[in-house]
């Protein structure tokens, strides 16, 4: 495959530490040509890193797109809110787009995106990297195989995680929606995709109900402070940012999360960012207006109903249950077990237990789906597959929004049942 050149707008988690570290796998496949980001240590430390030339390093992707084409894609890893306007200048620059999701928080954004990209000929890559992780693609399998029979219901959980929850969408960027997204969507676009694809059906109906429990101000313990740094309780509060950030360093874990608070931080240099940062801030006192537990009800057009949480109140990873008329298939995707239950007819069940983590040998990045991914698009764009042959293409992942979007509808209107063909065609 001939080498592809890349640009990069956005360098944060998913731009510098996730995307660009793919060239250092597959340096013969990719080859970082420009970068974009409006904190100027970031664009320093990708182009130190990667040898990007100095006059390819931009102060912002509305900069870097004011130039002429620079690489063969584009890696779209700003805001949410920003997708829109970075990805239809893209296309017009003549680029194919790696888009990190959400497409768009506006449903009529995402609409235009998927036009454009077919008018154009652009070939546009969601990241719902689920669908290419060994633990998705072996439990499809298995369900297309009929190793339970006829599926009928799915049940699954999205443990958000406590830590992620107050890391994330209270303290962190994704923590309002008028100024991102609904968390539904944000957090949850890839179980809406992973869903309907598991399900090999689209969504005829949805309802849901949740909302914000813990993370507000009235629930805050007796004298809690407006910074943990100043708690009494910091070292007490399960949501405490001293207690979780200072812990990892001291285990030399100062990547992700760590590192979106601060690079190469040391316990003294944590305990000052936590003075004035944003993620220093109780969680019981800041800005978040977006769930911290909401569950959804689908039932798709081939008659597959589903139920889906969503909570922080866990320890993070996804899990679910596949009922069949012949049979159950349990998955925990952060043990790597995908375990089939064929019925037995003696009251029990003839049991398949799969070692996920058997399969391949990486499972870094969302359990192996990221590199897979990126890897996908760059050899539709060398021409070495069909351009429709992309698991998350735009066209295959703008669904999800749109079930994301209806749940969110749903669930501000107390758990309404929304038609999502009557929904779609608002937009």
Not at 284 to 302: F, L, R
Not at 357 to 374: I, M, N, W, Y
Request: proline share 3%; glycine share 8%.
């Amino acid at each position: 495959m001939k080498q592809i050149t890349v640009a990069i707008a956005g360098l944060g988690g998913r731009g510098k530490d996730t995307y660009a570290k793919v060239q250092k796998k597959f340096p013969d496949e990719m080859k970082i040509t420009a970068i974009a980001d409006i904190v100027p240590e970031k664009v320093r430390e990708v182009a130190d890193e990667y040898g990007v030339p100095a006059e390819r390093c931009f102060e912002s992707a509305e900069q870097m797109l004011a130039q002429s084409q620079l690489a063969d894609v584009m890696f779209i890893c700003t805001m949410d809110r920003q997708h829109y306007g970075h990805a239809m200048a893209a296309m017009e620059r003549g680029y194919d787009l790696l888009l990190e999701k959400p497409i768009s928080p506006d449903l009529s954004e995402c609409k235009k995106i998927a036009e454009t990209a077919n008018k154009l000929g652009r070939k546009v890559v969601v990241c719902h990297v689920l669908r290419y992780t060994p633990f998705f693609q072996t439990l499809k399998r298995r369900m297309d195989e009929g190793a339970i029979g006829d599926i009928v219901a799915i049940q699954a959980m999205e443990q958000v995680g406590y830590w992620h929850q107050a890391h994330s969408f209270v303290r962190g960027n994704w923590r309002n929606s008028e100024k991102t997204s609904p968390m539904i969507l944000q957090k949850s676009c890839h179980d809406m995709d992973i869903l309907s694809w598991l399900a090999a059906s689209s969504c005829k109906s949805i309802s849901s109900v949740g909302g914000l429990k813990e993370f507000r101000s009235e629930m805050a313990p007796e004298g809690a402070a407006e910074r943990c740094v100043d708690c009494k309780y910091q070292w007490d509060c399960p949501y405490s940012a001293v207690k979780y950030y200072i812990s990892k360093i001291r285990k030399g874990e100062i990547y992700w999360p760590v590192n979106i608070v601060l690079e190469n931080a040391t316990e003294e240099s944590m305990m000052r960012k936590l003075q004035t940062s944003p993620y220093g801030r109780c969680v019981y006192h800041c800005d978040n207006n977006v769930v911290d537990h909401q569950m959804v009800q689908m039932t798709m057009e081939n008659g597959i109903v589903i139920n889906f949480v969503m909570s922080a109140f866990t320890v993070g990873g996804r899990d679910l249950r596949v009922l069949g008329t012949r049979g159950m298939i349990e998955g925990d995707m952060d043990r790597g077990i995908v375990r089939v239950r064929r019925f037995d007819g003696l009251g029990g069940t003839q049991d398949e237990n799969i070692d996920v983590f058997a399969l391949a040998e990486d499972f870094s990045g969302h359990g192996g789906g990221d590199h897979r991914l990126v890897r996908d698009l760059f050899e539709i764009v060398a021409g070495e597959k069909a351009p429709g042959s992309a698991l998350t293409s735009i066209d295959k992942s703008i669904e999800s929004h749109f079930m994301a979007m209806a749940a969110e509808q749903s669930r501000l209107e107390g758990g309404r049942l929304i038609d999502l063909a009557e929904f779609a065609a608002q937009y």
